[in-house]
């Protein structure tokens, strides 16, 4: 359940924290309940790339203790830390994805038909960097998602990027050659109020043509 609704808590206040009270636990029902709020990002075709560990138990994250590199802190005090993938052949899930969305009116049968004669071709000739490219894009909306998501139930997060990508991957038996790391996520409750930061303004970033 939603307990902050309020744009300026969840957007403009928002921290990346590393220390959390360690005493919170997220629940696996409340946390699949952040995941599904978080799946609802964008994603290229719809095909919905990310795939998720969820690393909580002590001893799970005993093991990804040496692989966070200077992120030990987030590791120990956190709920949880959320690994995200970005699965290669998500186009596995493509028939299951558009005939579901057209027994749910979401979608007219002869469209899901069209994409479907446009994506198989696409995906089975695609260059992997391609695949990988559109793979990062979405897991790195899905992370920001999930971050905004987990503000709205009153935790608090961290995106890492800090990792030993291939190191973790094989750590919890994901194929380094199809699944592709994006990021890590640690998830709880804030100790401290953690600190703000200077954002550029939009005369130092926006172009107007």
Excluded: C, H
């Excluded at 994250?61 to 830390?81: C, G, H, I, W």
């Excluded at 994409?115 to 490219?133: D, G, I, V």
Aim: aromatic share 10%; charged share 30%.
């Amino acid at each position: 359940m939603y307990k902050n609704n309020d744009f300026e808590d969840i957007i403009k206040n928002r921290r990346s924290i590393r220390t959390y009270d360690d005493s919170v636990k997220i629940s696996r029902e409340e946390m699949e309940q952040i995941l599904t709020d978080a799946m609802r990002a964008p994603s290229s075709v719809n095909m919905q790339p990310w795939r998720f560990v969820v690393v909580e138990s002590p001893e799970e994250k005993e093991k990804l203790r040496p692989l966070v590199r200077f992120n030990t802190q987030q590791n120990d005090s956190s709920s949880a830390m959320i690994v995200i993938f970005g699965d290669m052949d998500s186009f596995e899930n493509g028939e299951k994805i558009f005939s579901s969305a057209v027994e749910q009116g979401l979608m007219p049968a002869d469209v899901k038909e069209k994409q479907m004669a446009a994506l198989t071709p696409y995906y089975a000739n695609s260059p992997r960097e391609e695949l990988e490219r559109v793979a990062l894009i979405d897991g790195s909306l899905v992370a920001m998602q999930l971050m905004l998501v987990a503000r709205a139930y009153g935790y608090d997060t961290n995106p890492i990027g800090g990792f030993e990508r291939r190191e973790v991957a094989e750590a919890f038996d994901m194929d380094i050659k199809r699944y592709v790391p994006v990021m890590i996520v640690s998830i709880g409750k804030a100790k401290d109020s953690g600190y703000g930061s200077y954002r550029l303004s939009t005369d130092d970033t926006v172009f107007w043509k």
